[in-house]
């Protein structure tokens, strides 16, 4: 079966650290792009971060630029999202999101999304 | 960031309806959107992309039209499972960005 499960969410104090892992089954995991899109309680899409095949391009929401980093292991068929230096505004549903470049001169959509790891920052 | 703005953020409708939603952009996307439907605590699903081609496995039902700076998401019958909220997003940017959304009630 095709998916991604995300895992790692929890309740952090401001200022913590957390490390999102989601583990993809189904597909050719090192052939796409991945992402991460949050969706804070009650609120709309907001997409995090994503990474190309080899890792050698990444690319951040000005939000977390310098806070959260993204990262896979193809052999492991995973991708993570260290978060350092959380703030309250950070909590949200984390989803992973297979990632889809359209065409040249454009960039991503997402045709596949995982269920979401719930990230709560407070005191 | 290019702001997407979506219209209504949310309304009520009958099954059997035939509903329209709205998403702007707030400069030209050509034809770089997305559109995802996504359930109460449920992940988003992708239904809609180049801003007119239906996902595999979508029902036609549904269809998306538009370039440049507007763009409309249509349900030409709605089905009691299609109460959910809808989100735009383009690509244009590498900077992704998602609209509001627009939530479809049962009236």
């Known amino acids: 079966e095709v998916q991604l499960v995300e895992s790692g969410g929890g309740l952090v104090q401001p200022g913590g650290s957390l490390r999102l892992s989601c583990a993809a089954s189904g597909f050719t995991f090192s052939s796409y792009w991945m992402s991460w899109v949050r969706q804070a309680p009650g609120k709309g899409l907001e997409w995090v971060a994503n990474i190309k095949q080899d890792g050698s391009e990444k690319y951040y929401v000005d939000s977390v630029k310098g806070r959260f980093t993204i990262s896979r292991d193809n052999a492991k068929n995973s991708l993570y999202l260290q978060m350092n230096s959380l703030r309250a505004e950070d909590t949200a549903v984390y989803y992973c999101?297979?990632?889809?470049?359209?065409?040249?001169?454009?960039?991503?959509?997402?045709?596949?999304w995982g269920r979401g790891t719930l990230v709560t920052v407070s005191s | 960031a290019i702001r997407m703005t979506q219209s209504p953020s949310s309304f009520s409708a009958s099954t059997g309806d035939r509903v329209t939603i709205t998403c702007r952009a707030s400069?030209?996307?050509?034809?770089?959107l997305a559109w995802y439907q996504q359930k109460p605590g449920k992940a988003p699903k992708l239904l809609i992309y180049a801003a007119s081609t239906l996902q595999s496995g979508v029902p036609s039902r549904f269809s998306g039209s538009g370039s440049g700076t507007d763009f409309t998401l249509t349900i030409s019958c709605l089905q009691s499972e299609d109460f959910a909220t809808y989100y735009c997003q383009q690509y244009y940017s590498y900077l992704l960005t998602f609209g509001g959304g627009t939530k479809v009630e049962i009236k």
């Open positions: 999101a297979r990632t889809i470049v359209a065409t040249m001169g454009s960039y991503w959509y997402f045709d596949l």
């Open positions: 400069q030209g996307i050509s034809s770089y």
